[in-house]
């Protein structure tokens, strides 16, 4: 039974139609309204579970202005649901500014369990679970993403993004740039018919995606920077002698980096990391 005034999160399918639990199907029923991301993309979903709740939209771009007159109903005593066009609501996806209002205003909100992509993708990858970041979309500036990655790189948890399938490529080229050839996964079309999971390094998959482009959604997983620190300190050897063999032909700093970063596949911070260390030693 759904209460009175109440606000029920409910995540809905991310390609299976069949993915949607019994209580998301009851509570969809029996609310007075659903607020959805796209009215005539859920239609269908709820067309074809005979659901003929009042759709009311919600989506980014009035997000504002409709959590408020969501609210108002909800304080006169209305239940409602909140879906997205796929998966768990707020993720990537309207709902967190909903929500948020209501934990303020003192309205009860419930989010049922159910479908998401990255969690899906991040078990599918068989990547360590015991800790994840979550980064939703990078930014589509070059420079921007790759200052995001910089800042993960040390990180050692796997690294969850989604990523369209035309800017794969660009972003398997960051990850390699300042990442180095670290372990990626990237899983497609999750719970559809052509569900495909690729594991490996990203100089391969860049590889394999450059030959035979991406399609459908995907979601991006990169390995933790576990391991990954070891490999870094028995390879910075080489890029210090490299570096200096540069220098000492007369190349600039910033150059030589750039070369030996070039020629390892790794990302320039690691090698500059690796410079500032050898300098703290040899004091
Ligand atoms: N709220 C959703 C969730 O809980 O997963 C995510 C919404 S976000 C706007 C959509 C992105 O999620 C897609 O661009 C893709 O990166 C990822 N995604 C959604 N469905 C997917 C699927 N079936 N397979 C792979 N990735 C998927």
């Given at each position: 039974m759904v209460e009175k005034g109440a606000l029920y999160v409910c995540p809905t399918p991310i390609g299976n139609l069949a993915d949607i639990t019994l209580r998301v199907l009851d509570t969809l029923k029996q609310v007075d309204f659903i607020a959805a991301e796209d009215t005539r993309h859920s239609r269908k979903l709820l067309a074809h579970y005979k659901i003929k709740t009042l759709l009311i939209s919600y989506h980014e771009h009035n997000e504002r202005q409709r959590a408020a007159?969501?609210?108002?109903?909800?304080?006169?005593?209305?239940?409602?649901a909140l879906i997205s066009d796929a998966g768990m609501p707020g993720i990537s996806d309207p709902g967190s500014v909903l929500i948020r209002q209501c934990i303020e205003k003192g309205i009860k909100i419930d989010v049922l369990p159910g479908p998401n992509a990255a969690l899906?993708?991040?078990?599918?990858?068989?990547?360590?679970?015991?800790?994840?970041?979550?980064?939703g979309f990078l930014p589509s500036k070059k420079k921007e993403r790759q200052k995001i990655l910089a800042e993960i790189a040390e990180l050692p948890y796997t690294i969850i993004l989604y990523e369209a399938p035309h800017r794969l490529q660009r972003t398997l080229q960051d990850i390699l740039e300042v990442l180095g050839d670290r372990e990626v996964a990237v899983a497609r079309e999750l719970t559809k018919l052509h569900q495909t999971v690729h594991r490996g390094a990203a100089s391969d998959l860049l590889a394999e995606f450059e030959q035979t482009p991406a399609k459908g959604e995907c979601c991006l997983l990169i390995a933790p920077a576990k391991g990954q620190e070891q490999v870094l300190k028995n390879q910075a050897t080489d890029w210090l002698r490299d570096l200096e063999k540069l220098e000492a032909e007369g190349v600039t700093g910033k150059e030589a980096l750039r070369l030996v970063a070039q020629k390892y596949g790794i990302g320039k911070n690691a090698i500059?990391?690796?410079?500032?260390?050898?300098?703290?030693?040899?004091?």
């Open positions: 007159e969501l609210i108002a109903r909800l304080q006169q005593g209305q239940s409602g899906t993708a991040l078990v599918l990858s068989g990547m360590p679970t015991d800790s994840f970041l979550y980064l500059y990391k690796a410079k500032l260390e050898q300098k703290k030693n040899t004091k």
